[in-house]
């Protein structure tokens, strides 16, 4: 609900507010989806390249992504073996662990849906053919000719600087805290070297809160080892001279060399808290500067900054420009009925398909729907990922499903052939009649290559059925009063 006055005006809160009437409200579907239904979807995803050369892709999928999936298995696994053995690291850590899985598979089954689609071949037919149409037309090939040469020799020319570039953002800037944190006080420092106290007091009154937020699941060891692990792995995966020195001459004994660092530093203590609350910012900063774990990051940040971030930004400058160019090619050359739709932006964008599903691999296939069976088959008791609340088993097993269930069974899912990206969880799914009948929240693992390739054979966007939602804010939330306010329709019943 949205509340207002009884005006139906924006109003402070009130006992007298009442929920919002809007000019319209989608109608929701009690039919649900069969396979063919139309869908569409509408939000605003983050965004996507399809129009990427067949070079760029090819150096995600063999150099770029199994880089950061090589980190973030080390970070898992320290995770996992630490959550495994201590109660409550499980509970700090289990959210973390979830968070750092998901781009961790977006990033294998990206790779895994680029392979088996031939996706990189694909790309390079299609730039054989581009470059015979050029060859065709004189003006096309004076302008144009020299472009998509130009493209791939940048991508070859910052290959390294890209991964190396993925690789320091996992290692240095996500995946362990005590970096993080580090790194943000290296930040705070500069904005008082630059602003003095205004500048360091208005970043600080920002960056107390989030800390904070970091602290309650903090545990200072596990955050060490994921040092250790992750560090140690830093000089395999750079090239030499993006190394720190502090850290190639420490690297046989980074056990010890880390635990000084985390031992003196006052960021996994936490006193660092007291710094940013209680001193002037010319005495924060004096103590900040001498910081064990920010000078390690400085030494870092020192690095990335020269070597890496400069020169990788004067090559993004001429991509963007050439891209621009390629793309403006490709538009040009483009037959009458080709369909060259624009990337997501993160502004509103809507996606038009149909629920269907699919098959990933020989002699497997997957149907479009699924059920709250399906949820019982994978209940855990006690599990913190499929563990299954007492009311809901409870109104499985009566079979208590209201009006919302379809031939006895109670929907759960359901997938579509949607272009979804990150952002989209939560838009709406919307039925031929304007009608909804679910919400998008992810998309099929290996369907996640669709930033780069949509391939209608295994892009799949999934949706939470609407009638699921009802159920559980009817059946099993008890918030029926709520049902009585939407407009419930059955438009296969015409």
Known sequence: RIYAGPDNEPAAYSEENIPFTPNHSLPISLDGVDEGDFTLIFGFPGSTDEYLPAIAIEQLVEEINPARIEVRDRALAVMDEAMRNDPEVKIQY???????????????????????????ASKRAEELAFRKKLRNNEDW????????????????????????????????????????????????????????????????SRLVPFME???????????????????????????????PRVISENKNDLDNFIGEYYKLSKIPSKAVLDILKNDEPEQAVDKLKKDPL??????????????????????ETEHDSLMRHYMAAQLLVADEDARIFPDANSTL????????????????????????????????????EFDVPERLITLYENKDYGPYAENGKMPVCFIGSNHTT???????????????????????????????????????????????????????GGASHLIDEMELVHPKAK
């Open 94 to 120: 289990a959210s973390k662990f979830a968070s750092i899985a998901n781009y961790w598979k977006k990033w294998k089954g990206e790779n895994l849906g680029l392979t088996r689609t031939n996706a990189v």
């Open 141 to 204: 090939l004076a302008t144009y000719g020299g472009t998509l040469l130009k493209l791939e020799d940048n991508y070859r020319r910052s290959l390294q600087l890209r991964e190396s570039d993925a690789v320091y953002g996992e290692i240095v800037n996500r995946n362990i805290e005590g970096l993080r944190m580090a790194g943000l006080l290296t930040r705070l420092i500069s904005y008082y070297e630059e602003g003095g106290d205004d500048a360091f007091r208005s970043f600080a």
């Open 213 to 243: 937020n970091m602290y309650e699941n903090y545990n200072a060891g596990v955050d060490q080892q994921l040092a250790v692990t992750l560090l140690d792995a830093y000089p395999d995966l750079m090239p030499k001279e993006f190394v």
């Open 294 to 315: 920010v000078l390690l990051v400085s030494d870092f940040d020192l690095m990335y900054r020269q070597d890496i971030l400069r020169p990788l930004a004067d090559i």
């Open 349 to 384: 964008r809507v996606g038009y398909g149909k629920v269907n599903g699919y098959e990933p691999k020989d002699g497997v296939k997957y149907l479009h729907q699924t059920y709250l069976d399906g949820v019982m088959e994978k209940y855990v008791p006690g599990d913190y």
């Open 422 to 476: 990150g952002g989209n969880s939560g838009s709406p799914a919307i039925d031929a009649q304007g009608n909804l009948i679910g919400l998008n929240f992810d998309r099929v693992w290996e369907g996640t290559m669709s930033d780069y390739n949509y391939d209608f054979s295994i892009c799949r966007n999934i949706m939470v059925d609407a009638r699921y939602v009802l159920f559980i804010i009817d059946k099993y």
